[in-house]
T-cell receptor, first 120, second 111 residues
Framework: GAGVSQSPSNKVTEKGKDVELRCDPI?????LYWYRQRLGQGLEFLIY????????KSGLPSDRFSAERTGESVSTLTIQRTQQEDSAVYLC??????????????????FGPGTRLTVL | AQKITQTQPGMFVQEKEAVTLDCTYD???????LFWYKQPSSGEMIFLIY??????QNATEGRYSLNFQKARKSANLVISASQLGDSAMYFC????????FGTGTSLTVIP
């Protein structure tokens, strides 16, 4: 079946502009996750959704970052007034559910190809 | 607090040899899952193996096995019979009430 897809694959924007990044999870996956990966670094967890609800938004770097999910499907990560330090690859993942330790079938996160954001 | 620690920024292994990538974790959750992912230079994140906190046996997936020592809070990845295509970044991850990825280990397989 289809995997996680993200769009755009690349985005170049000017400092101060707003950007929207889109994620289409695997069909039937109720949990969706956003991560940021700066060049040469590990993954930084941003936010997750269980259904359309985001129980914990504390991972978002600043109030310029927001995310929403509709219809237990597509999610959008919005970055307002972009800064150069926002340049990174933004990765989206989905899993069947979110239970933490419930088993591989439930917990395994499958990743999309990422969106490479460059802020000039 | 929960966290993942990978202490080996870079590792080298001879082709066809086995290699162990270290991962320790810290969590207060009674139920959690541990993952290993591979990230080649292409950037995609590839799921390798999963270990649940209640699993009694170490997870295995082909050439990958996870040496899970719950009391020591370690979840080391063992790759047997290394291949050139195994050269990549490897990330250990913890899922429970939060989600944490380690800083990664860069593995280079030498012909």
């Amino acid at each position: 079946g289809a995997g996680v897809s993200q769009s755009p694959s690349n985005k170049v924007t000017e400092k101060g502009k707003d950007v929207e990044l889109r994620c289409d999870p695997i069909s039937g996956h109720t949990a969706l996750y956003w991560y940021r990966q700066r060049l040469g670094q590990g993954l930084e967890f941003l936010i997750y959704f269980q259904g359309n609800s985001a129980p914990d938004k504390s991972g978002l770097p600043s109030d310029r970052f927001s995310a929403e999910r509709t219809g237990e499907s597509v999610s959008t990560l919005t970055i307002q007034r972009t800064q150069q330090e926002d340049s990174a690859v933004y990765l989206c993942a989905s899993s069947l559910a979110f239970f933490g330790g419930a088993g591989a079938d439930t917990d395994t996160q499958y990743f999309g190809p990422g969106t490479r954001l460059t802020v000039l | 607090a929960q966290k993942i620690t990978q202490t080996q920024p870079g590792m080298f292994v001879q082709e066809k040899e086995a290699v162990t990538l270290d991962c320790t974790y810290d969590t207060s959750d009674p139920s959690y899952g541990l993952f290993w992912y591979k990230q080649p230079s292409s950037g995609e994140m590839i799921f390798l193996i999963y270990q649940g906190s209640y699993d009694q046996q170490n997870a295995t997936e082909g050439r990958y096995s996870l040496n899970f020592q719950k009391a020591r809070k370690s979840a080391n990845l063992v790759i047997s019979a290394s291949q050139l295509g195994d050269s990549a970044m490897y990330f250990c991850a913890l899922t429970g009430n939060q989600f944490y990825f380690g800083t990664g280990t860069s593995l280079t397989v030498i012909p």
